[in-house]
């Protein structure tokens, strides 16, 4: 429950500075002066906004990747068992036909990788210390399978576009429906100021639509899981994929990936009712039974 409060939090908190920049540069006023005629420029600026955004975080996921969890990139392998990791990393995706990524390893306790760049021919695969001392090495192959899977399907890619697309019909419905509301609450005065009014309305419309939102792209990140899994079989072997999932299931905690990097791990968190419109992963046990299932 914490770790949804918290996400729930952080967007509310992109939402709310967003709709101030807005109202202190005078575009919301703009937009309510505007009417329906100003409908095509505020969907270029929604757009602007929702995809630039998303889109600046694409190009910078791999700096902060290596900033936020002390992630340190394999150079030159200075043991075996690195050499191992950046020989089996290499043969992965050759088989799923990308380029070489980079290969880092953070320090962390729990079991767990994660693959993000912004381009499938240079993105970067990072295992934490923990993965490493707790799995074999075919799981930890199959592992490394899977995280390529996310790379070679542009997951991250392909993520970043959902999520600015939605980003932009958040903004640009929250000052729409804004606008109508407070219209219809002041009795149909002109109010083509965008008062404080206004401004209240579309902070909330804007919390309610990025909620709708976030269970999109949840959703969307929960089916990525089953397709990177897939791929992991493929590359690694089933009986392999099957095993760290198991491995990962008996031994599952919380995780200390930073939050924007939680959908990107090969483990993700449990919750149940409400809370499981939240979670990036599927459970574990129904990834474990879809490769069961795989012809």
Known sequence: MRRILLFLGTNIAVLLLLTIVSRLLGIDAWAAASGYGGMGPLLVFAAVIGMGGSFISLALSKWLAKMSTGARIIEQPSSEAEQWLVSTVRRHAQAAGIGMPEVAIY????????????????????????????????????????????????????????????????????????????????????????????????IVLQIVFGLFASMI???????????????????????????????????????????????????????????????????LEERIEALRRAV
């Open 217 to 283: 792209v949840m959703a969307f990140s929960r089916y990525r899981e089953f397709r990177a899994d897939a791929a992991g079989a493929r590359l690694a072997g089933r009986d392999r994929m099957i095993s760290a999932l198991q491995q990962l299931s008996a031994s599952y905690g919380e995780s200390s990936l930073p939050k924007n990097m939680q959908a990107f791990g090969i483990s993700g968190h449990l919750a149940g009712g409400f809370g499981r419109l939240f979670m990036s992963h599927p459970p």
């Open 107 to 202: 320090d962390a306790p729990e079991m767990n990788a994660f693959a993000t760049g912004a381009n499938r021919n240079h993105a970067m695969v990072a295992v934490s210390t923990g993965l490493l001392h707790g799995m074999d090495r075919d799981q930890v192959s199959a592992v490394l399978g899977h995280e390529i899977g996310h790379v070679a399907n542009g997951d991250m890619v392909t993520l970043a576009l959902l999520q600015g697309v939605l980003n932009t019909f958040v903004i640009f419905l929250a000052r729409v429906v804004g606008r109508l509301v407070d219209s219809w609450l002041s009795g149909g005065r002109d109010n083509s100021g965008g008062g404080l009014g206004y401004f209240v309305i579309v």
